[in-house]
């Protein structure tokens, strides 16, 4: 093992001060995989026109990493991402249940398991939804914004996030200082680039507009995006993406699970409709059902699995940065990941009418 003059050692890959190492050696700790950017399973794109690069595929962790979910599968799951490439982890000031505990919980995993590793990670977090109570604890005013980061910071244990969203339009807050506030973060040093959440291409339009006066480094819209979710291209979002030169970074790109085979032989208990409220079984109508049987088939003459087909159909467009998935363990993870985004004008147009018909 080599070691340099300070007593730093190198090991999987990367150096890390004598401590770290210890406590490697003493839990028997996992160290992530030294050949984690040389197995070519992950590709990276460009944030829109900016210079930050996301894997294709990003992991969120809106489900599974709260107060009442097993925080060693959690860690597992981190390992497996950040083992294969993923090195975008994408999270909000509300997100477990209970509201923050994603953010302690992965916070303590940088700690305990990844400290020496925060440069090779982007890490987001968001704040709009209701968080605490009174009228400071939701919206997008600069009151809420700011205090809300300074929780995900401290929650996180970081100085700073890669990306600070704004979590969903908030029309009683003036656009200006929704985004004077975000800009404001980044001048403080406590975000480097700024995102918008579920904002639509009007309100997009609008909030450009204040972030090209003040030059902010916005980079980015996160929007629902799937084959069963067309909104972003209904209302021309995307396609205002390309042309300003910002990314779409794609949440739900799986439709929280009903783009895979979790549900070809009912609703299993550890499924997320059974496990949450944010996924209703109404969804799994019949004409569903045969949808996915029909794309099924798409995939496999493709080679592939349904969610590797899902996952591949949102990246074939270059406006899109990225696709976070969600995943309840490291398989679903791994079965994630080998995306092909080519697909021939007949394998799309049959994709169209399969997803078009009643
Ligand atoms: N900005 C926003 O407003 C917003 C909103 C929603 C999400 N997000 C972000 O986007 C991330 C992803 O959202 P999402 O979790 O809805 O994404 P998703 O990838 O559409 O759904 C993930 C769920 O699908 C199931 N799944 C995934 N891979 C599978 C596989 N290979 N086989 C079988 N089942 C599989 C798992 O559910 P089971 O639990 O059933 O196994 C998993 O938790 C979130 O964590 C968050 O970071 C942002």
């Keep these: 093992m080599q070691e340099d003059h300070s ?132 919206g997008g005013s600069k009151k809420y914004l ?8 401290s929650r996180l244990g970081l100085d700073y996030v890669d990306i600070f969203y704004h979590h969903r339009p908030a029309p009683e807050t ?47 819209n996160q929007s629902c995006y799937n084959l069963l979710d067309r909104r972003v291209e209904e209302d021309g979002l995307k396609r205002y993406a390309e042309e300003q030169g910002f990314g779409l970074i794609v ?19 550890d499924s997320r409709i059974r496990k949450s409220f944010t996924l209703k079984e109404e969804k799994l109508t019949p004409s569903l059902q045969n949808k996915l049987e029909a794309l099924r088939a798409v995939a496999r003459e493709r080679g592939q699995t349904l969610p590797e087909l899902a996952l591949s159909w949102v990246l074939k467009d270059r406006a899109v940065a990225s696709v976070i998935i969600g995943a309840s363990s490291s398989e679903q993870i791994l079965e994630n990941i080998r995306v092909n985004p080519l697909f021939t004008e007949e394998e799309l147009a049959r994709i169209e009418e399969i997803c078009k018909a009643e």
């Design 7 to 138: 007593g730093k050692k190198f090991v999987g890959g990367r150096w890390m001060d004598e401590q770290t190492f210890k406590r490697i050696l003493m839990n028997k700790e996992r160290i992530p995989d030294p050949m984690r950017y040389k197995k070519e399973a992950m590709h990276y794109r460009r944030a829109g026109k900016s210079g930050l690069k996301l894997p294709e595929v990003s992991l969120g962790l809106w489900h599974n990493f709260g107060s009442v979910d097993n925080f060693e599968v959690m860690r597992d799951m981190i390992f497996t991402a950040f083992d294969n490439g993923i090195c975008h982890f994408d999270l909000a000031n509300n997100y477990g249940p209970r509201g923050g505990s994603a953010e302690e919980n992965f916070g303590r995993i940088l700690r305990e398991s990844f400290s020496s590793y925060r440069d090779e990670m982007c890490i987001s977090t968001k704040a709009g939804f209701g968080m605490w109570k009174g009228p400071y604890g939701d």
């Design 146 to 153: 700011t205090a809300s980061l300074d929780q995900s910071l």
């Design 174 to 220: 003036p656009i200006e200082e929704t985004c004077y506030t975000l800009h404001r973060l980044v001048e403080q040093g406590k975000a480097l680039y700024i995102g918008i959440s579920n904002y639509d291409r009007a309100q997009t339009e609008a909030a450009v507009e204040v972030f090209r006066e003040l030059k902010t480094p916005f980079i980015l």
């Design 251 to 269: 949440y739900s790109p799986l439709a929280q699970g009903l783009l895979t085979d979790k549900y070809l032989h009912g609703i299993p208990e």
